[in-house]
C-alpha cells in the first residue's frame, strides 16, 4: 500500500466551481502534511502547510483529520489558472511522502 | 535569487554514458534530496543528505551514486545510463525546525533522455 494515496482524476470543473480533493495516508506517525501544485513540466510547489487541524489561505482550504488519516484541499471560486496538478505530501522525520497527484483543468 | 538551481536542464545521451547533474541550494538548508519523476509523473525519493551525511538510500541501482561536497550542494552522478533512466529528476532541500521538517523547496528538474 502506498503511504500517500489520491485520486487521479482528471478533475475538470468550469470557471467559479468548487472543486475538492481528498488524499489520504497510511502513516499514523506522519507529522505534516502539504499540498503542492505542479504545472506542466515545472518543479512542485507549495501551496499550503498543514500542521493541525487545517489550514486557510485565500480561496484554498485544507483540513486534516488525524483519527480518519484523510486531508483535504477545498478549491473555492475556481480560475482557470488553478488548472494543474495537486500532490499531497505526508511527512514523517526526514521523509517525505508524495501521492500520485490530482489533475485539475477549470473550463472556461 | 534562485533558492535551489540544477545544472544542465535538460540532458540528450546515449545509452551507456556517464553523466552528472548538479545541485546547489542558497537557503541554508540541511538537508537536501533527489527525486525521479517518470512518465507516469510519480514523484519518487532517490537520496537524502542532511549536513553532507546520507540519511535516505531508497531502492536505486548502484549506477547512481550522489555526492555532497558541502551542505549546500548535492550532486548525482549516474553511470551506464539505460533508457529507463529517463525522467525527470528533481533536486529539493528543506530544514528541519524544532521536531518537524519544513517544507521542501525543489529545483526547477532535469529531463534527461537517454537515446
Known amino acids: 500500500r502506498k503511504e500517500v494515496e489520491q485520486d487521479p482524476g482528471p478533475f475538470n470543473v468550469p470557471e467559479g466551481a468548487t472543486v475538492a480533493f481528498n488524499c489520504t495516508y497510511s502513516?499514523?506517525?506522519?507529522?505534516?502534511f502539504f499540498w503542492y501544485r505542479q504545472d506542466c513540466r515545472k518543479e512542485p510547489k507549495l501551496l499550503m502547510s498543514?500542521?493541525?487541524s487545517g489550514n486557510e489561505d485565500g480561496r484554498f482550504t485544507a483540513q486534516l483529520n488525524r483519527a480518519s488519516q484523510y486531508i483535504s484541499l477545498l478549491i473555492r471560486d475556481s480560475k482557470l489558472s488553478d488548472s494543474a496538478t495537486y500532490l499531497c505530501v505526508g511527512n514523517t522525520g526526514n521523509q517525505f511522502y508524495f501521492g500520485t497527484g490530482t489533475s485539475l483543468t477549470v473550463i472556461p | 535569487d534562485t533558492a535551489v538551481s540544477q545544472t544542465p536542464k535538460y540532458l540528450v545521451t546515449q545509452m551507456g554514458n556517464d553523466k552528472s547533474i548538479k545541485c546547489e541550494q542558497n537557503l541554508g538548508h540541511d538537508t537536501m534530496y533527489w527525486y525521479k519523476q517518470d512518465s507516469k509523473k510519480f514523484l519518487k525519493i532517490m537520496f537524502s543528505?542532511?549536513?553532507?551525511?546520507?540519511?535516505i538510500n531508497e531502492t536505486v541501482p548502484n549506477r547512481f551514486s550522489p555526492k555532497s561536497p558541502d551542505k549546500a550542494h548535492l550532486n548525482l552522478h549516474i553511470n551506464s545510463l539505460e533508457l529507463g533512466d529517463s525522467a525527470v529528476y528533481f533536486c529539493?532541500?528543506?530544514?528541519?525546525?524544532?521536531?518537524?521538517?519544513?517544507?521542501?523547496?525543489f529545483g526547477p528538474g532535469t529531463r534527461l533522455t537517454v537515446l
Open positions: 502513516n499514523s506517525a506522519s507529522q505534516s
Open positions: 543528505y542532511n549536513n553532507k551525511e546520507l540519511i
Open positions: 498543514v500542521y493541525s
Open positions: 529539493a532541500s528543506s530544514q528541519i525546525v524544532g521536531l518537524r521538517t519544513d517544507t521542501q523547496y
